[in-house]
């Protein structure tokens, strides 16, 4: 109905970083990664996008056609939420989880499958951890016509059927990792043939899948230059519906892990940053897993096993496994290149929390606003309610704008653990940083 | 944004029905029940539009508000389908999934919850089997500042603890029903200390606690006049929709349990089918809980037990226990009395699947359109794909629209029994009418 609303380009931010980041590096030579070493796993129009400082990049038709399926998504004013806050702040939220997969993640996996079938590839895998991005592949997979093969960490597997049935109804096929289907998958199973997986040697199974498959391609649900490019239609929209109600907003709010929904809402607004705008970017992570806030700046890998490029970025250490925390989502190690290089200039913040009082606010939110939110948009929303409460004491009657980056209908259990008191607020030490760094590779 | 589009009316069939169902009988009595004796559970003014003839019902400025959270809800062309189908028809459907709750039920709760607060109630009660009208009234209480009290039947409060954890993040209670709270609860488990529950005795235990505090009111999601008359709400704004797209249905289907989704989508374009207009109304329902394709219009109970006032419906008997169909929402032995009378007079028509085939029917909805349905829902999907495809034989380019009442993420389990060929297709037989039927109170 509103699909006019609908941004026909994404926002390419390297046309505008004052400072770019540092390049990827072959991990065997040292030396900047070649577009024809991406093209083992990635089609080349992904590659070029990867690499492109063109600042706008037209969306295919294909793809707005399918974005249209639940775009534009919500942009709401949590008047409710205000009130309970009496806070003079005005508070909205971008609401990312009416879409079919139930976040933000299928803007970007409608689009890879879609280069990828322009090029003449038969079947995409991935990897998933809780199911998100694995269910947005599916999806994407299925409307493209594509085979999907998604490596799931097998406890995930075995504790998380219902994520699992969600792909299957999709048509994707789902394997518990490791498995017997890759070299990497049956040296771990030698080893140890009750290995509950995780994401690392799922990822290790899905590039040795796709590397060893001619008509097989990866995909990546973050990180990347190109996954970010694809989620900017978040904040372009946002950008367009604020300005529908003469609005703008003072401080821009998303939860980060791998850096794509953060980066997908605060792109556009940096974007005026970088004109002359001021507007307070606040990327959020759990305290048990703080990237920006406790990492270093440096090259390291993509995964946990040590396969992919070396990328410059805020990193934990790839061989740092986080504890368990709720918000699978935000568990990763490192933070996207440009995130990393926006962080490391100054241009935006990062603040963490635990997990209690995330959950805390997330319950407040639900009962205010009525949307039960995903343990990993949680964290925004409990910075958006401080940032609130500081207008409160200062009287600033500042517009917030926060990303609700999906729906928390498979988080029930989280929740459950938390009204249980089961929920474990876990202090990062300098020793588990100092640990995490001993692995940095040299370069 | 487009909250305009928002009806402020609610639209009461009782003003058009070219006949009018026979009135509620007290079940004492044998006589027609006066207001005064629902007081005891229901507030004035649920009261006065149970029995209203008034066309127009304003709704509050308070709930519309509420409304403005998440409607309007959208209403979409399904034209992947379309597609995949080759049919010439175009194939639209209403999805109310994207309400906090999941589903349309939250359109009467929130009614019921202001009206209640309005006359100085402090809690309401109310009976879940799956969980999703519990859901529904626990944030329609929160919202309204009520205490909520839930009799879940103990066997889905076992099983589905993700339903139960979902109600208690707005801070209702819930109890598993049979209960040591209420006298009918008690009298169960003295008999049946291992009893596991059903939607009967639940009612039972939400009436009873009711009916025992004067502070405490009943409420209930779907049957009665009133509620049907919120739901409209759901067809008001389908047609409102309709209009901006200058096009009108030929055909609106909506899945039948008790009523009042089907009601909710079709009442709106039945009011211009009484002034002269051709539209094909379809319900559609189990077969293996036929309540209109193969039940009989009698004076029967709302409930299993036999505590509540007689109603005019299509009815198997209230005795009869529904097979344990996927479609919980749909495993109820009456229609509403509103929709039975249309039935009767041959304005609408009615249409069971069995679940397999709704089931089929549903995972092809998702794989081309994205959204996962509710078992519910799809019966209403497998409708329309079949209407879709007669218009393939004629050549007709008929204009279809289905209500997809709710989203499948508390369903997988249901997916999952589905995919490994689990699911029964139970034939209703005429034994079981005759048994049912038995039972049937004598007027």
Redesign the interface.
């Given at each position: 109905?509103?699909q006019n609303l609908i941004p026909r380009k994404w926002y390419n931010i390297q046309a505008d970083l004052p400072k770019r980041p540092a390049p990827p590096l072959n991990p065997a030579t040292g030396k900047p990664i070649k577009p024809e070493e991406l093209a083992v796993i990635f089609p080349e129009t992904l590659i070029e996008q990867e690499m492109s400082t063109q600042r706008w990049i037209d969306i295919p038709e294909e793809v707005l056609n399918l974005y249209a399926?639940?775009r534009p998504t919500?942009?709401?004013r949590a008047r409710?939420l205000e009130q309970f806050l009496e806070t003079p702040a005005k508070i909205f939220y971008k609401y990312e989880g009416?879409?079919?997969?139930?976040s933000h993640k299928?803007n970007t996996s409608l689009a890879q499958a879609f280069y990828n079938r322009q090029a003449g590839i038969k079947r995409l895998t991935t990897e998933t951890g809780a199911g998100q991005w694995g269910t947005a592949l599916s999806?994407a997979c299925?409307?493209f016509g594509l085979d999907c093969t998604v490596y799931m960490v097998k406890i995930s597997y075995q504790q998380k059927?219902?994520?699992r049935?969600?792909m299957?109804?999709?048509?994707a096929e789902v394997i518990p990792s490791p498995s017997n289907r890759t070299e990497a998958g049956r040296k771990i199973l030698a080893q140890d043939p009750d290995c509950l997986g995780s994401l690392g040697i799922a990822i290790s199974e899905a590039v040795e899948d796709a590397a060893t498959h001619r008509d097989t391609n990866y995909s990546l649900g973050s990180v990347l230059n190109h996954v970010l490019l694809h989620q900017t239609i978040i904040g372009l929209e946002a950008k367009e519906?604020f300005k529908?109600e003469g609005l703008y907003p003072d401080v821009v709010i998303g939860c980060h892990g791998g850096g794509s929904n953060f980066a997908g809402l605060s792109f556009p607004f940096l974007m005026d940053v970088f004109a002359g705008k001021k507007v307070k970017v606040i990327a959020v992570e759990p305290a048990a897993c703080p990237t920006l806030t406790k990492g270093k700046l440096a090259y390291d890998y993509g995964d946990t096993v040590g396969l992919t490029p070396l990328l410059e970025m805020y990193t934990l250490g790839h061989s740092f496994v986080p504890p368990g925390i709720h918000a699978g989502g935000l568990r990763y190690h490192g933070a996207a290149p440009l995130v990393s290089r926006l962080y490391a200039d100054g241009l935006i913040k990062a603040q963490a929390y635990h997990q209690n009082e995330v959950f805390a606010a997330a319950?407040l939110f639900?009962?205010q606003?009525?949307?039960?939110p995903a343990p990993e948009s949680a964290h925004a929303v409990k910075a958006a309610i401080d940032e609130a409460m500081k207008c409160k004491e200062t009287g600033e009657t500042k517009t917030i704008l926060f990303g609700l980056s999906g729906?928390g209908?498979?988080d029930?259990?989280a929740?459950?653990d938390y009204?249980a008191g089961k929920l474990q607020d876990v202090e990062y030490t300098q020793e588990m940083l100092e640990q995490g760094l001993a692995c940095l590779p040299k370069v």
């Open positions: 109905m509103s399926l639940w919500p942009l709401r409710r009416t879409s079919p997969a139930g299928l999806i299925r409307f059927p219902y994520r049935s969600f299957q109804v999709y048509g519906q529908q319950v639900a009962q606003e009525g949307i039960l729906h209908h498979f029930l259990s929740y459950e009204f």
